[in-house]
């Protein structure tokens, strides 16, 4: 069955636009808490954990989501502004039925969006997201009064992720003698990422941790380094670290301001944990993996997969091949051996770990790594084109691809969650990646 309304990363729109109105996060909330609340055991009352990013917007969005799962007869568990996978932690912690986050990730403040993490910490299965659409459909109730549920605050949340993801450090090193930038994106990570490099030992420099309910991602974090790049001249910083609204990605900046995004990390993390004996037997990209990452992977000896875009389906694959790292070059990286999910903050603990071990910088670590320049097109398409019928098209993408041979490749694909056609072409040269990439957008039918 096509799902209506989960894309590939939770439910996601504009705030004040249907489905991101209170009405609909109230059913939303009621028809989890009864999907939920079916798969328990038998006499088992269930309690989730609802956490947000600084969205103004996520104080409308968490008290309606509190009504219905109390119309269910499910507790609700508020623990205020937090990383997403702070979330995914403490729901697994706390042994609890499930954890929503509030947040559109790296979206601007207009929208917003909701995702659910199991009892396990990790992206629920597409048949629990289809049980929520199929309870939606059906008409909202409410429980007696006897069996309505309650809602309790989690006070020291922040503090219990911060102390998880100090435990991922390795316990012989620290971070002293390091000046670092953290640009937090006036997101999630406001109040935790900071104190998580300062307690390890480091000099931290915090920017983007102002919110102000309408300012996250706005011109800082991880989706818009050049702040943090300034930021870490002006300081003569050694490292900075730039996080997104919710936390989940990372990029991070050298002293010279060179960016090093998720597919270069990526690298780093598979070779360090080679270097210390572990067994990964391979690596999961996604469609997007820069080509000069998946070759210098195979050269270190293990394989490369890659999975569809978006976090979740790395997981999946992860975990369908009984391996431990993966990622995206947005900064989307899985280090399952540490978390469930996804986690800029340990992501970016686990690549200091790694510097700290071998006393070598980010350039060092990546000297034999030479990225294919790799051109993003996104195009703007008019409602109901099938760019797959198009057979105008489909000769041009043809005519590339045989124009690159084996110096480059061409990826098209629709966007899950706006009407785009993405393109993208990535070759040796980046001029022409820049033309090929044109000569197949300009012939998309925009709107």
């Not at 590939?8 to 939920?36: K, N, S, W």
């Amino acid at each position: 069955m096509k799902k209506q309304y989960f894309g590939t990363d939770g439910i996601r729109g504009e705030v004040g636009q249907f489905p991101i109105v209170p009405e609909f996060m109230t059913r939303l909330g009621y028809a989890a808490g009864r999907v939920l609340a079916r798969d328990a055991k038998p006499g088992e009352r269930c309690k989730i954990l609802i956490g947000k990013d600084t969205r103004v917007s996520g104080y409308l969005l968490e008290a309606s989501l509190e009504a219905g799962f109390a119309a269910a007869g499910v507790d609700v568990m508020l623990c205020g502004p937090i990383p997403t996978p702070g979330v995914a932690y403490l729901t697994k912690a706390l042994r609890l039925s499930a954890g929503i986050v509030i947040s559109a990730s790296h979206n601007p403040y207009q929208d917003n969006g909701i995702k659910f993490f199991s009892a396990m910490g990790d992206k629920l299965s597409d048949e629990f997201e289809l049980a929520i659409e199929a309870e939606l459909e059906k008409p909202m109730g409410c429980v007696n009064s006897k069996e309505l549920g309650k809602a309790f605050r989690l006070d020291d949340a922040a503090g219990r992720y911060i102390e998880f993801c100090k435990s991922t450090f390795p316990g012989d090193l620290n971070l002293k003698g390091l000046k670092l930038v953290v640009d937090c994106a006036n997101g999630a990570a406001y109040h935790t990422a900071p104190h998580v490099f300062h307690e390890l030992g480091a000099e931290v420099v915090s920017i983007g941790v102002s919110p102000d309910g309408r300012n996250i991602n706005d011109g800082c974090g991880a989706t818009a380094p050049a702040a943090l790049i300034a930021k870490v001249k002006e300081e003569k910083a050694d490292l900075g670290i730039a996080l997104d609204g919710d936390a989940d990605r990372l990029q991070m900046v050298d002293s010279s301001g060179r960016l090093f995004n998720g597919d270069e990390l990526l690298y780093i993390l598979a070779k360090d944990r080679l270097e210390r004996g572990q067994k990964l037997g391979g690596v999961v990209g996604t469609l997007m993996t820069n080509l000069a990452v998946e070759n210098a992977i195979k050269d270190l000896g293990i394989g490369f997969e890659r999975a569809n875009v978006g976090d979740r389906y790395v997981l999946e694959l992860l975990k369908q091949n009984g391996w431990i790292i993966g990622g995206e070059g947005s900064g989307h990286l899985l280090c399952l051996d540490q978390h469930s999910t996804g986690d800029g903050t340990i992501a970016a603990l686990q690549v200091l770990a790694a510097m700290s071990k071998t006393k070598k910088s980010l350039a060092q670590l990546l000297d034999t790594v030479k990225v294919f320049p790799q051109v993003l097109l996104n195009v703007k398409i008019k409602p109901g084109y099938d760019w797959k019928s198009d057979k105008v098209l489909s000769k041009q993408i043809t005519k590339v691809e045989a124009d690159l041979k084996d110096i480059g490749r061409v990826l098209i694909r629709a966007s899950g969650t706006e009407p785009l056609l993405r393109v993208m072409v990535e070759t040796n040269d980046y001029e022409i990646a820049l033309n090929s990439a044109k000569s197949i957008a300009d012939l998309i039918p925009t709107i």
